[in-house]
């Protein structure tokens, strides 16, 4: 998670500025480039959900993280547009594809063994890969490194992860303790109407947390007050991030997972408007608090829910919902990016992903029902 969503997905963000700065993109064309990246998440989303990979997950989950770590060094080597746009199409492909497949395996193995409440660890490795290339980044830029070279720094990283990640997972996930796992199941028990709600809210919550996931850093180096905080913004994101799924948990055994992700949503949007409200350092480093103290933590806990709506359908609903996310972020950036060059600041965008983020936090309130019988 920390290679294929924390380098491979997210690295993007910190370099974007420089990229900005040294015009390998206008404000419109990096819209472009996030919005073509999650097309390829998108898309990949739909296709890892088919019943064609049965049987295959760690394979196709080791190939796609190389493919991930890859399109993340070619990024160092080209620079036309065109090239640029589908190296970050291919990589959001290979991040689906090696995030649905790992967290399937995780997932079953930690059911398997009764320790569902270890799933934070798994999620925590993205804010873990933020947290990592964010610092990586800072010091390429303190040396003088180009944007390239920034890529270059990142890939390498995603490279030395990706060898731990492969030589971890092992060859059997299944548990003595689960014998059912890869039973077909007559008619698998799914809540369909809270399930497509929740897939709705999903969506939305894609396309409000992109836009500031995407310019954040952008956002900073944009005003003379923020800009000695830019080289911190997206190292909070990340510190902030890695132990949010714990915190975000003990809020969902108190409250029910659907009021934590509805206000994990609404916390997100506060820290988006405040920083809109009140312009200074200090208000920016709270929405990058917010937002890695929230993102992760509603990606898990929708996914969470999810499984728990679905029991017993597979990765179908993982893959629903991951598709739903990936349409979100990947209108979410290419609007943002036209707002930014038509008005030349990220204001009206900003505001904008706030308003969808309580929508998403009403619709995931509306999903709310008990449990699914497992008899």
Not at 288 to 297: E, Q
Not at 303 to 322: C, D, K, S, V, Y
Request: hydrophobic share 60%; glycine share 12%; net charge positive.
């Amino acid at each position: 998670m920390a290679v294929a969503m924390g380098v491979g997905r997210f690295v993007y963000t910190p370099i974007l500025p420089e990229m900005l700065a040294q015009g390998a993109v206008d404000p419109a064309g990096a819209g472009w480039l996030a919005g073509g990246n999650f097309l390829g998440y998108l898309l990949g989303a739909m296709a890892a959900g088919g019943r064609f990979w049965f049987g295959m997950r760690r394979p196709i989950f080791a190939f796609a993280l190389a493919a991930s770590v890859a399109t993340t060094l070619a990024m160092a080597v080209f620079d036309a547009f065109w090239v640029m746009m589908a190296l970050r199409f291919l990589s959001g492909l290979a991040s689906a594809f090696a995030m649905i497949f790992v967290s399937s395996i995780v997932l079953d193995w930690l059911a398997g063994r009764g320790r569902p409440d270890l799933a934070w660890l798994h999620f925590g490795g993205v804010g873990v890969g933020i947290a990592v290339s964010a610092i990586l980044v800072s010091i390429a830029a303190g040396v003088g490194a180009d944007w390239q070279q920034r890529w270059l720094v990142a890939g390498l990283a995603a490279l030395a992860g990706w060898l731990f990640s492969v030589s971890s997972i092992p060859a059997r996930t299944a548990s003595a303790a689960n014998p059912g796992a890869g039973i077909e199941h007559a008619a698998p028990a799914i809540e369909w109407r809270p399930l497509a709600l929740l897939t709705l809210s999903y969506g939305l919550f894609g396309f409000g947390y992109v836009i500031t996931a995407t310019f954040l850093n952008t956002l900073a180096r944009s005003s003379p007050a923020l800009a000695n905080v830019e080289p911190y913004v997206w190292a909070v994101v990340g510190l902030s991030a890695a132990p949010s799924v714990i915190f975000w948990n003990a809020i969902a055994r108190r409250t029910g997972v659907a009021w934590a992700y509805a206000i994990a949503c609404l916390a997100e949007a506060g820290g988006i408007a405040a920083s809109l409200l009140v312009p200074a350092a200090a208000t920016l480093i709270a929405c990058a608090g917010l937002l890695g103290g929230t993102f992760i933590a509603v990606t898990a806990l929708g996914l969470q829910e999810a499984r728990r709506l679905a029991p017993e359908a597979g990765a179908g609903p993982i893959a629903w919902m991951t598709a739903s996310f990936g349409l979100g972020q990947m209108i979410g950036p290419i609007v943002a990016g036209q707002m930014f060059q038509a008005t030349g600041k990220l204001d009206a965008a900003s505001w904008l992903a706030a308003i969808v983020l309580a929508a998403a936090a009403l619709a995931a309130l509306a999903s709310r029902t008990r449990p699914v019988s497992r008899n």
